[in-house]
């Protein structure tokens, strides 16, 4: 058994040396995981942060349930929604809104994707501070914990990447109007 936690652990660490610089997984332990991404991009804060709250421009379709980022939606409000309308009617609720300082934060909470099986709680943070170009420093953390049966191993490298790709296209769209990183 210890073996095949090393071995994960190995890929995992493979996995985020392959990766871009602005994403780290911070600890992973028996009953949960911290990651923490930072994206400089080239807009102040509010602009970011209005694109931040507006998923559907930004979030990409292969996360999703529905294959269409069009149908993510966030109210960026303390109770606050960031859903997914499904066909049929149905919907998914990713996270909910619990704290809201327009242009400077935003913070989520609930488990994504996947992870809402897992019967654990998680928590998204993300602040947006002025840099001295002008830009913003996009620094986000998400913190997750609670039981899985697998472990949390595997779990923070895939939420890492998700993230990590994720922030990258807020990025590309508020510098160049297209998620689409070049």
Sequence with gaps: MARIVQIAAGLAVALLLSYPACAAVDGVGNGGFALSETVHVAAPPATVYDAFVTPSHWWSAVHSYSHDAANFTMEPRAGGCWCEKLPDGGSVQHMTVVAVMPGKMIRLTGALGPFQEWGVSAALTVTFKPAADGGTDL????????????????GAAAADRVLGDNFLRLKAFVETGSPEKT
């Design 139 to 154: 620094v986000a953390t998400y913190n997750m914990g609670g039981y899985s049966k697998s472990g949390f191993v595997g």
